[in-house]
């Protein structure tokens, strides 16, 4: 099965960020063309209609920035978008660990959607401590995974995990807008929370002095 990010988990923030005036880059693992989950492609969504004609934007996921080139100081937050991809390619990776943990321990917001905090399962801070480690936060459920079948498809119960890195995991109602921010970790249950924690990202990062206030979605 084809795989990738889910588009509306990228549009939906971007837009509520890019609006407000905010500066986003689009990173992806290895650089290049990120891998857009075909399931996703819904145009009847506003944003993703908008991404269509929108050449800045369709530029950046054509010639992402590869993450190892990101640097973390010139970021005041990261969100990880979902789709199933990320689900193999953000766990246990080196790269967005030492990024996720950089963000957050100057101060920055860490985010991610959906599948998207596969991100954050082995994200350790200075201190030795998961960076989920008593913190409340949403995710997509092992319910809506088997909602889509799907279940032993996955390498990993994403909801399992986090709960055994020490999360809170805070549990809504399958397909239904489900937002957590707890101490700048900001997650969405599923892409129907997508534009939320973009507005709860905007909401943090007005309170985050930088000159160099900037923020990108991987």
Not at 39 to 50: I, K, M, V, Y
């Amino acid at each position: 099965m084809k795989t990738g990010f889910w588009l509306g988990e990228l549009t939906h923030p971007y837009y509520v960020l890019a609006d407000a005036g905010f500066e986003v880059d689009v990173a992806s693992i290895e650089g290049g063309m990120a891998p857009i989950d075909p399931e996703s492609l819904d145009f009847s969504d506003e944003d993703n209609a908008r991404f269509i004609n929108d050449k800045k934007l369709m530029a950046s996921i054509i010639n992402t920035i590869a993450i190892e080139d990101v640097n973390s100081e010139n970021y005041q937050a990261v969100v990880y978008a979902g789709g199933h991809g990320t689900m193999w390619d953000f766990s246990n990776n080196e790269l967005i660990n030492k990024l996720t943990a950089s963000i957050y321990e100057r101060g920055g917001v860490v985010s991610a959607i959906c599948h998207g905090p596969a991100a954050f399962t082995d994200v350790k801070l200075s201190n030795g401590q998961y960076v989920v480690e008593g913190k409340k936060l949403a995710a997509f459920t092992n319910e809506e995974e088997s909602n889509i079948g799907l279940t032993d498809v996955v390498p990993f119960s994403l909801q399992d995990t986090l709960i055994s890195r020490g999360a809170k995991h805070i549990y809504g109602a399958a397909w239904v807008e489900n937002v957590v921010n707890d101490k700048r970790v900001i997650t969405g249950q599923n892409p129907q929370s997508a534009r939320k924690v973009g507005e709860e990202i905007l909401s943090e990062l007005k309170d985050i002095k930088s000159i160099n206030s900037k923020s990108f979605i991987n």
